[in-house]
Structures are given as structure tokens and as C-alpha cells.
């Protein structure tokens, strides 16, 4: 009796743990696919620092998460969705998606990802009008990692509003950090 009781905890124990296993598993979502299951047309990001917010998490995936080829190009490809028409035109989505794969993989090849991101604060973004666009621009530091060393990296993003109402990014450029903005004295 006392042998058969210990058989049937112990089934029940390891039926319940490899219930909770699979759970976990299933419960778990990488980054890549929680971006890849947006839907842009039905939920557009509202406000400048969310549009900056959403590619710099697609960026972040590019450097530093595993994906498929597929799930690298539908990646590309929601990252120009997020770009205004200007920028869209200047470079077609072959040689975007070309230059992007280039570009990942010497970041890869210096063994460097994107370790941390920090948008400006929605109360830095800064507005104004120009030519009948409304126009908004905002800091985004990359802490970028290589090796055991981690160095910041600043972005600014300058956007526009479409016809749409949806902001869109119309370019962006590397910024140095002078020695004040990186902690440094």
C-alpha cells in the first residue's frame, strides 16, 4: 500500500511540474514576434516618442535577438512602415532590407548589441510648424555593448505628420555625446 501511494505522488508530481514546464513555454514570447504581430494599419503608434519608442525595440531586435530570414525581413519591412514617404522614396526596400543586412552583421561580427535604449522624455520632445507640416524631433540613447564594454551612442530623430495624422520618421542622425551627457567629467 505504502509502495503504491509513493507511485501515484510521484505521477502526480511529475505530471503537474511538466504541465507548469510547458506553461511557461507557451507563455513565453520572444520580442520579435510580439513587434511581428502588430498590426500598424489598426494600431498606429499615437505620439512621436512612441514611434521612436517602437523602432528603437525593432532595432534593438535587429542586434541584439535570434530570428528567422523571414522574420528579419518582416522586421525590415515594419521598420519602413514607421518611416515617412520621403525617406521611404530615397532608397527601395531591396537595398534597404541589403544595407540593414550589412549593417547587422558587422555589429554582429564585433560581437555588439544594443544593451538598453532611452527616449527623451515626452516633455523634451520638441514641436513646432515649418511649410504646413507639423514637425517633432527627440533624443534616443543606445547603450551599445561589445564584448565587457558598453559605450552610448545618441540618435536624433526628426518627424513629421502625414496626411493621416500618423507621425512618421523623416530622418535621423548620429549625435556625439559630449563628456557632460555621458557621465563623464
Known sequence: MVVLALF??????IINNRAKRIEKDVDKVSP??????????????????????MYAEITRCFYGESYSEDEFIALAKLSRELFDQ???DNQDEESY?????????????KNSTISS????????????????DEWAQLVVIYSIKTGSSTSPTKERFLLRKDDEGHWKIFGFRNESLNKSENGEQ
Not at 8 to 13: G, R
Not at 42 to 49: I, Q, R
Not at 117 to 132: G, L, P, Q, T, W
Open 117 to 132: 535604449v532611452s527616449i527623451s522624455s515626452s516633455a523634451d520632445v520638441e514641436y513646432y510648424n515649418f511649410k504646413d
Open 32 to 53: 520579435v514576434k510580439e513587434l511581428l504581430v502588430m498590426d500598424l494599419s489598426a494600431n498606429y503608434p499615437n505620439t512621436p516618442k512612441e514611434v521612436v519608442r
Open 86 to 88: 520621403e525617406l521611404i
Open 8 to 13: 501515484v505522488l510521484a505521477t502526480f508530481y
Open 97 to 109: 532590407i541589403r544595407a540593414l543586412r550589412a549593417e547587422v552583421a558587422l555589429y554582429k561580427q
